[in-house]
């Protein structure tokens, strides 16, 4: 969906290097969310934010953090790169109102591949 | 806790042919039900969902899944597949609770042979 966008597409580092990925959203909803996808494990939730003042864990928060910038930006980081988190990231956004029952919209998604 | 099961890695047919994804959930309370495709490098997009209602719920390119609640199930299904179908396939589910999150399978790879 083009009105969600993720920076970088592609990224190459290093074990214990620090690295953020970017989420940006022009689609005006409150609620965002990074998971990750690998291989026969389908996607599962890192974290969440609500609104600007909400940040919640989900499954498998252990080795990242996220910060809500605003409304439209959620980014994602990894404080100390360790082979194990490669994979493909996506950040995804909806709508709280009750009557979108939170369809969620997905960004292209980033590779990371930790070295 | 919500869980998602997608029982099948892989489904292959023949164009022309219906096509089954399966999937079953488990979740307290009445479920929100959804369907993803994920084409080659690209993001999750949205194909349908149960919320309330009729249980046959019909979506984009002429998908269309059937909610069973006896069986927990919410089976993908098309009555005649395209080539261009072929795609990774997600199931997933949510409580009716304004604060929950997604839960989603592993996914189902569609193969549709020419």
């Known amino acids: 969906d083009a009105d969600v966008t993720q920076t970088p597409r592609n990224r190459i580092t290093k074990t214990g290097k620090r690295i953020m990925l970017e989420c940006s959203q022009t689609k005006g909803h409150d609620r965002m969310y990074w998971y990750r996808q690998d291989p026969g494990l389908g996607l599962r939730l890192i974290y969440y934010?609500?609104?600007?003042?909400?940040?919640n864990k989900g499954e498998i928060s252990d080795g990242y953090s996220v910060s809500r910038q605003a409304q439209a930006k959620f980014s994602l980081s990894l404080e100390s790169a360790i082979p194990n988190q490669t994979a493909l990231y996506f950040c995804?956004?909806?709508?709280?109102?009750?009557?979108?029952?939170?369809?969620?919209?997905f960004g292209p998604g980033t590779r990371l591949t930790v070295l | 806790a919500q869980s998602v099961a997608q029982p099948e890695d892989q489904v292959n047919v023949a164009e022309g042919n219906p096509l089954t994804v399966k999937c079953t959930y488990s979740v307290s309370g009445n479920p929100y039900l959804f369907w993803y495709v994920q084409y080659p490098n690209r993001g999750l997009q949205f194909l349908l969902k149960?919320?309330?209602?009729?249980?046959l719920v019909k979506g984009s390119y002429g998908f269309e899944a059937e909610f069973n609640k006896s069986q927990t199930s919410f089976h993908l299904k098309k009555p005649s597949a395209l080539v261009s179908d072929s795609a990774l396939y997600f199931c997933a589910v949510r409580g009716n609770s304004g604060y929950s999150t997604l839960t989603f399978g592993k996914g189902t790879m569609l193969l549709v042979s020419p």
């Open positions: 149960y919320i309330t209602g009729d249980n």
């Open positions: 934010s609500f609104d600007v003042k909400d940040i």
């Open positions: 995804a956004t909806s709508d709280a109102q009750a009557t979108s029952y939170n369809e969620q919209f």
